[in-house]
């Protein structure tokens, strides 16, 4: 696989953004997800990797090729749309009443309509109806089902709650197609002074006719009809970079320039991450950002991003309650190893590929292999088929993640967050860094606390630390994760004034 030096990652950045900003108030050109470069990892710059790595006829061939796969898609989703809306009958509900608070959140599968809160804002729709006014969740629909057939089973819940169709009306989606190819035309005639600023004006055009920008485009629709009927004083939604979140915020303005827009940082904020940082016209911004914790508070700090009092640590429920007598570094024997995968296979093979090697060459240890929910670990299998056999020092785990982490000492991980977890539990973290490769390592600012693994022999060096060094390193490596995810504290988010 070929990889994305941190300088072209640097040009790319300043290409792409060159190209949003070039038209400050365009939302068709803010539509367009391949230009809005959220981090670092190899699995979000897959589609940037033939900017550097073609040569110019089999990246004209390449540009040729992605145009005809997304005309086929789009021909196909308007067949899609025809069905959704007049076979099921699909389409925006309707609303009736008015509501001051708008949430979108992300219903991701069938076990979020069980909650009682939302699985990312948790209660705080609920305390802000608790003080004034009315709230409203807005679910983006992952699961497929039909939006209405969703509604029926959240009647009884304190705060109201639709599903976002899949679709507009054919002749709405028709309009999208439209206003997106204008601007793929107006991309060709962008001026580019550079080989790269030039291929990514041309890989632009091509992909403002992707289902992903297509869908930003859609998202900005939906909100806008919301907020005209519900004339909400607040939108909150998720914030993590993606191009939609800024379309709400701007189709929220049309509609009322007076509405308050507020993002939820509710991720970590990596080393490179880009579309979280770049500012983009005002009316694509939030008013208030919440974040996670005091780690991405700071990160808004630094580079000034809006005035102190508009950044608001609102924390999460991903906090830890861990104590530490329980860590696991502090076992006798340190001989269990956990291996934490991302659930893409670009990410997760290489892991099993240098686990494999770990466990031939060090028999006197114990490997646990667990999978990404969303692993196909068929497709693991079919690559690796030893692991099929019985390997005395591999185990393929079944049990809970929170089981995996009372039983082992080490957790080998690249960019998995899961690693925030373990390394609370006490386990020793193990980076696998390869050559020439941006790190995606989530603990990148600790590099004297954890350890990169580059080959299997590293493990004999860290053997090598007593029981002290290894448990003052954890002490302070708790101390920073625990940065990441504070309480969650309403207060702090009932501080967000309306205009």
Same mark, same amino acid.
């Given at each position: ?23 400050t108030l365009s939302t068709e050109r803010k539509a367009i997800t391949w230009l809005h ?27 040729? &090729? ?41 219903? &991701? ?224 024997? &340190? ?15 290489? &892991? ?61 991980y690249r960019g998995s967050t899961t690693i925030i977890k373990a390394v609370e539990y ?74």
């Amino acid at each position: 696989m070929n990889y994305i030096t941190e300088t072209q990652y640097d040009q790319l950045c300043d290409a792409c953004d060159a190209l949003l900003q070039k038209d400050t108030l365009s939302t068709e050109r803010k539509a367009i997800t391949w230009l809005h470069i959220i981090r670092e990892h190899p699995i979000f710059l897959q589609s940037y990797t033939a900017i550097f790595a073609k040569g110019t006829p089999s990246f004209l061939l390449f540009l040729f &090729l992605k145009l005809l796969k997304y005309s086929l898609i789009g021909g196909l989703k308007i067949f899609h749309c025809l069905y959704r809306n007049i076979i099921k009958r699909e389409k925006l509900s309707k609303l009736i009443s008015s509501y001051d608070y708008i949430f979108i959140s992300h219903l &991701l599968n069938k076990d979020f309509q069980e909650r009682e809160f939302d699985f990312y804002f948790h209660a705080l729709p609920q305390k802000l109806q608790h003080q004034e006014g009315k709230a409203l969740m807005v679910y983006i629909n992952y699961i497929g089902e039909v939006n209405h057939r969703l509604a029926k089973k959240w009647k009884n819940h304190e705060v109201d709650q639709i599903v976002l169709p899949r679709y507009l009306s054919v002749r709405q989606e028709l309009k999208i197609r439209v206003l997106l190819f204008k601007d793929a035309f107006r991309l060709l005639f962008e001026k580019s002074n550079t080989k790269i600023s030039r291929r990514v004006k041309l890989q632009a055009a091509v992909e403002a006719f992707s289902p992903a920008s297509h869908f930003n485009l859609r998202m900005g629709f939906q909100i806008e009809q919301i907020v005209q009927e519900v004339q909400a004083k607040q939108l909150y939604t998720t914030f993590e970079g993606h191009p939609w979140e800024r379309l709400v915020f701007a189709f929220g303005r049309k509609v009322n320039p007076r509405i308050i827009c507020i993002g939820y940082q509710h991720a970590l904020v990596f080393r490179k991450q880009h579309a979280i940082r770049r500012k983009l016209n005002k009316n694509f911004e939030p008013d208030y950002i919440l974040c996670s914790g005091e780690h991405g508070l700071q990160q808004f700090h630094a580079i000034d991003y809006l005035p102190s009092n508009k950044l608001i640590c609102f924390g999460s429920n991903r906090t830890s309650t861990i104590k530490r007598e329980k860590l696991a570094v502090s076992s006798k024997k &340190l001989t269990t190893y956990l291996m934490l995968s991302e659930g893409d296979l670009i990410e997760c093979l290489p &892991l099993v590929e240098f686990v494999l090697k770990l466990a031939k060459k060090h028999l006197e240890k114990h490997f646990i292999i667990r999978f990404h929910p969303i692993t196909r670990v068929d497709k693991v299998l079919k690559v690796f088929p030893e692991l099929k056999q019985s390997i005395p020092n591999i185990e393929l785990s079944t049990l809970s993640f929170e089981k995996d982490l009372e039983r082992a000492h080490y957790a080998i991980y690249r960019g998995s967050t899961t690693i925030i977890k373990a390394v609370e539990y006490g386990l020793i973290p193990l980076y696998l860094s390869k050559a020439n490769e941006i790190t995606i390592d989530p603990l990148y600012e600790m590099q004297k606390e954890k350890f990169n693994l580059t080959s299997p022999d590293d493990l004999v060096a860290i053997d090598k630390y007593s029981k002290e060094e290894l448990l003052e390193r954890q002490y302070k490596l708790i101390d920073y994760v625990q940065q990441f995810f504070s309480p969650i504290d309403y207060n702090e988010a009932l501080k967000v004034k309306n205009n």
